[in-house]
């Protein structure tokens, strides 16, 4: 079968197409014929060797975190899934990833595919869907009627995040460029604001807020100025650096790192199905055009979520 690896950590130039022998399901394992990964900044990390300490890997390794596909083959062991069921997965970071043909998955990490949309672009989902919910749930704790200032807003979480926030009825104030402001309005964003103005404060943006949610790369100066837009006893989630804690008002943070998590997964699968969460798939490319993703991506090119489309 066909896989995208790469045998040694370095820039998007590692990155080879080439034939691997197609992968047996173990116990507890399913293969899946892939239909589609998709590109997450955390695939450039890993290639580049700058998470190996964190994250150790074997190589040659295939990357692809997201997994959207029919299953094709079940190990021993496995309950519950049927050869042709259409499933998604976050794969582990530290195994083989999706873009490949075929991928072994751990059959307790798939979830059905939803169903209303192209297989796909289901892709889309696992990481970045997971990320957000772990995001507005478990970290920013959102309950309805609370205040939440979604930095970043436009980008792959941080449009799940306000979907997410909207539909548990928090009052949502969305930040990002211009050319985002009528798909977050669609999500249910009230509020829809251009890039932060850190000299104009809070107050500015209707701030502060019982919860501030970040997911742009900023100055360690400015996340500690993010702490100034959370209200006394609230909290700033982030997945691009640490907002600073300030005890003395009771703000506290939180710093996200995702994980598979299939009861999740398949509650986000099925908002999609009814409508109430939607997916914004900015770019579709085969798999042999990873190398150029990653360039892409590292050149800051890349706007949205790109499918990276199997063999």
Not at 165 to 180: F, I, K, S
């Amino acid at each position: 079968m066909k896989a995208m690896r790469f045998h040694e950590f370095g820039s998007s130039a590692v990155l080879r197409y080439e034939d691997v022998d197609r992968p047996v399901p173990g116990p507890g394992q399913v293969l899946v014929r892939v239909a589609a990964t998709s590109f997450n900044p955390v695939d450039d990390h890993i290639r580049a060797g700058a998470l190996a300490a964190m994250i150790p890997i074997s190589l040659p390794y295939t990357p692809g975190i997201d997994l959207a596909g029919t299953i094709a083959e079940l190990g021993t062991d496995v309950t519950g899934l049927e050869v042709g069921d259409r499933v998604v997965a976050m794969l582990p970071l530290d195994s083989a990833g999706a873009a490949a043909e075929y991928v072994l998955a751990p059959a307790d990490s798939l979830a059905p595919a939803p169903r209303t949309i192209e297989l796909a672009d289901a892709a889309a989902l696992p990481l970045t869907g997971l990320a957000a919910w772990q995001t507005a749930f478990e970290l920013a704790d959102l309950k309805p009627g609370n205040t939440v200032l979604v930095n970043g807003a436009g980008g792959a979480v941080g449009g799940v995040v306000v979907q997410l926030a909207a539909d548990a009825g928090a009052h949502v104030v969305a930040v990002d460029g211009p050319q985002h402001a009528d798909r977050l309005r669609g999500y249910g964003a009230h509020r829809v604001l251009g890039p932060l103005d850190f000299a104009a404060g809070p107050t500015a943006v209707g701030g502060p807020f019982q919860a501030v949610v970040n997911h742009v790369r900023l100055s360690p100066a400015e996340l500690a100025q993010l702490t100034g837009y959370v209200s006394d006893s609230g909290v700033a989630a982030s997945t691009a650096g640490p907002i600073p804690d300030d005890p003395a008002r009771g703000v506290r943070s939180a710093n996200l790192w995702v994980r598979s998590d299939r009861a999740q997964l398949t509650e986000l699968a099925a908002r999609v199905d009814a409508g109430t969460l939607r997916l914004h798939v900015a770019a579709r490319r085969p798999v042999a055009e990873l190398a150029s993703v990653h360039e892409d991506a590292g050149a800051g090119r890349l706007s949205g979520k790109t499918v990276v489309l199997a063999p």
